[in-house]
């Protein structure tokens, strides 16, 4: 090779001298000729991209022109005019290359601790060159590579190439950060051609003064923000207070080119997504050659700083960060967690509990994530009343529009009304045509309780075991789950009669497969035989949430509603929790058992946190229940929660949610299924789309219930950034329900999270 590189420099540049090859990743080799004059000359090599050394011409030349006061790469044309040079060797092999001027100067990483007025120097160099690269337009510069911090995403599944736990932990707290905080505002942010890779290898210093800058060769168009985003990544990785080395750098990068509010909330978590993948592909490359030493400079240093890093609250780095700009990140948090906590505890009745051990304060919701009082992004995976996502504009939109034009009652005429009502109706089969319009899930069931007694005369009502149907005295008097749980009387009022869960697991036709569902439905039909009294009805979820989110075996329902309605009986199903699409394969729960209810309750996703309630039933059925008492619900129905549910129905179907249920679900289950493998705490994993439990058992012969684990593994997790809760009967089933928005990565995130979680429980045990 040096022989041929030696004739390309004679003949192509009239150049002799001596020729060495230089650190770093690429061919690039230090010709230093008689008379002391240093080049570098670039081999092209496999990987290199047409057009790119011609974007690189442009940058460096752009940057020349605009009299930055730095040396800079420039090409020197062959004697052929050309800026590269290329040589047929004698077996027929094709050299190009590209000779550049030599940078003189230290890299950075090499020279003394860097003062104030050297990382304001960088600050404005780096604003100043990416405002002259902004008018750079070539198409070629749409591109993309390893580096390119738009797609740093692509590198997260690689976590599973690091082995130990702790360092694991850090990665994925900081792929959660990029994902959650800083991906949904790239694309909204000022974009031009970047330098790309502005490490502390490429920048030079002479004399604590910024001399020159190195290596075009990953520029391409980035939100500008990311230029800045690498070189505090790297340009800190030495500094004892990195985020106040970085404040000095950004409030001289700010008095040039003005960050907007948007880019410096991306900043922190650019700067620790770069490290990570750095480390990443650090750990990708030791398996190649361990050996090279370019290719880990960064590696422990990038470690130490993520390790910090991941020690503080992504809306701390953001004050830290914007120190010495005018911008004014996180401002009104309000009170902190623990303040609010005790206000609470002298204002609100206690019978209500803050979920977890350390409570949460969130400040704002997008999409599958809520961000606490320190800006910290978490997975949500349990709440399914934000189902089409936290905050959906669209949703928000519909509900600001209406609630600044109208909102009356029921008892006026408007649109929203009939239009919601309609379409609803179309989502149910065609016998479900009448509404009625409540504003909670409490409140509609009490309502398809006084149809049912209303329409049969009668008052007892079958309830599942463990069920939960709402928190008026009625309602706890029909749920198992309060009558028989804490606080709770522990027997059943005369009129309610409980029937077992049809529960494929701990049930007593367990592994009886197709015949459980007749099997459970048939309990009915003993329970009824026994009764004096007739029923009124049997009110059930289709899938059983409160329960331990139970799926009832095949046939179930079928046999039960035959029972029930010879009883003389209505059948209600409670799809407070399950409808809308929730589980990929129907838009209501009892479709999957080819039923059809005389009354269908629903409340949760159906105003995406805006209180609303239904309850749809036959015509016939509302004409019997309309006796000359008249109903009306002072909120029910109001055009206000109309234009909302109307907007809720258009995104789920714009955005496809219940086809992203069945495809994200389906993933979950199948990693769930693995971990099950894996661990012997998991006794049980079950679900439909993004309905799911785990239930956590300690002996799976005994079924043991795990309890205790069940609620270490949720506050564990909470650790992570990923919400979830416990439930059933035992407290010890994971209950996963989240916004129907979650992606293909939030699932696979969790997946290895629980699997390092409970890995991390036993051993510890
Ligand atoms: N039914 C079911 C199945 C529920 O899960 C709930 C709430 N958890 C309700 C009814 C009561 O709904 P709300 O809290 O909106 O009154």
Redesign the pocket.
């Known amino acids: 090779m040096p022989e041929n590189i030696k004739k390309l420099l004679e003949i192509e540049y009239g150049l002799s001298g001596d020729i060495s090859r230089l650190a770093g990743e690429n061919e690039n080799f230090l010709i230093r000729t008689k008379n002391n004059t240093s080049f570098v000359l670039k081999l092209a090599c496999d990987q290199t991209i047409p057009g790119i050394p011609e974007i690189e011409h442009l940058a460096v030349e752009c940057l020349f022109k605009a009299g930055l006061g730095i040396s800079l790469p420039r090409v020197i044309p062959a004697r052929s005019g050309s800026m590269e040079a290329c040589l047929l060797t004698e077996d027929h092999k094709q050299i190009r290359g590209r000779l550049l001027e030599f940078v003189k100067g230290k890299a950075w990483r090499q020279s003394p601790p860097a003062s104030i007025e050297q990382l304001e120097t960088l600050g404005r160099l780096i604003a100043r060159m990416d405002m002259a690269m902004s008018g750079i337009v070539h198409a070629g510069s749409r591109r993309t590579h390893p580096w390119d911090l738009t797609q740093a995403a692509r590198h997260r599944p690689e976590i599973s190439f690091i082995q130990d736990l702790e360092k694991r932990r850090i990665l994925e707290w900081a792929f959660h950060l990029y994902t959650a905080i800083a991906l949904p505002l790239l694309d909204r942010l000022p974009r031009s051609l970047i330098h790309g890779d502005l490490n502390d290898d490429n920048i030079l210093v002479d004399n604590s003064r910024v001399c020159g800058i190195l290596d075009f060769g990953d520029c391409l168009e980035n939100p500008v923000v990311c230029d800045l985003a690498i070189a505090l990544a790297y340009h800190t990785l030495d500094e004892e207070d990195p985020l106040e080395a970085a404040a000095i750098i950004i409030g001289a990068f700010h008095q040039v080119r003005p960050l907007s509010a948007d880019e410096m909330n991306v900043i922190f978590p650019l700067m620790c997504a770069r490290l990570a993948v750095s480390v990443i592909i650090s750990a990708k490359r030791r398996k190649i050659d361990p050996l090279r030493e370019s290719w880990f400079v960064s590696e422990q240093r990038a470690w130490q700083k993520l390790d910090a890093f991941s020690a503080i609250g992504p809306a701390q780095a953001a004050i830290l960060l914007a120190g010495r700009t005018n911008l004014k990140p996180y401002e009104n948090r309000g009170a902190s967690a623990m303040e609010l906590l005790k206000k609470r505890r002298k204002l609100i009745a206690p019978s209500i509990s803050p979920s977890y051990e350390k409570p949460l304060k969130f400040l704002h919701g997008k999409g599958q994530y809520l961000f606490d009082y320190n800006g910290r992004p978490f997975l949500d995976l349990y709440n399914n009343v934000c189902h089409v996502g936290h905050c959906h504009p669209k949703v928000v939109e519909a509900g600001q529009k209406q609630m600044a034009k109208l909102n009356t009652n029921t008892r006026y005429l408007y649109d929203g009304l009939t239009e919601y009502a309609e379409r609803l109706c179309d989502t149910l089969p065609r016998e479900l045509d009448t509404c009625f319009f409540v504003n909670?899930?409490?409140?509609a069931?009490e309502l398809a309780l006084r149809i049912a007694r209303t329409c049969t005369g009668q008052k007892d009502m079958l309830v599942v075991d463990n069920a939960?149907?709402?928190?008026t005295t009625s309602m706890i008097d029909i749920s198992p789950y309060k009558f028989m749980g804490k606080g709770g009387k522990g027997e059943a009022e005369p009129w309610v009669h409980v029937v077992p869960a049809a529960d494929g697991y701990r049930g007593r036709f367990k592994g009886q497969g197709k015949d459980a569902g007749k099997a459970y439905g048939d309990e009915i039909e003993s329970i009824i035989d026994v009764l004096s009294t007739p029923v009124a009805g049997f009110i059930t979820?289709s899938l059983l949430?409160?329960g331990g989110q139970v799926i009832p075996p095949e046939g179930y329902l079928e046999t039960a509603f035959r029972h029930v309605r010879n009883a003389g009986g209505l059948c209600i199903t409670?799809e407070?929790?399950t409808g809308f699409g929730r589980t990929g394969a129907c838009f209501w729960a009892f479709k999957l058992q080819d039923v059809v209810p005389d009354l269908v309750v629903m409340?949760?996703p159906m105003g995406n946190g805006h209180p609303m309630?239904a309850v749809i039933t036959r015509k016939e059925i509302a004409d019997i229940f309309a006796n000359g008492m008249e109903f009306f619900s002072t909120f029910g129905g109001n055009p206000v929660s109309c234009a909302i549910g109307l907007a809720v129905l258009n995104v789920i179907k714009e955005e496809e949610l219940q086809k992203n249920a069945k495809l994200i679900g389906k993933r979950m289950m199948e990693g769930l299924y693995t971990l099950k493998g894996k661990h012997d705490l998991i006794g049980d994993v079950r679900g439909l789309g993004l309905f799911m439990g785990i239930e956590l058992v300690n002996n799976r012969k005994t079924l043991d219930p795990a309890a205790r684990k069940a609620h270490e593994l949720v506050n564990l997790l909470k650790s992570q950034g990923i919400l979830v809760g416990t439930d059933g009967p035992f407290n010890n089933v994971i209950k996963i329900k989240p916004p129907m928005v979650i992606t293909q990565e939030d699932s696979d995130m969790f997946i290895r999270v629980l699997d390092d979680c409970l890995t991390d429980m036993e051993n510890s045990e």
């Open positions: 909670s899930g409490t409140e069931n939960y149907h709402g928190h979820e949430s409160c409670d407070v929790q409340g949760k309630g």
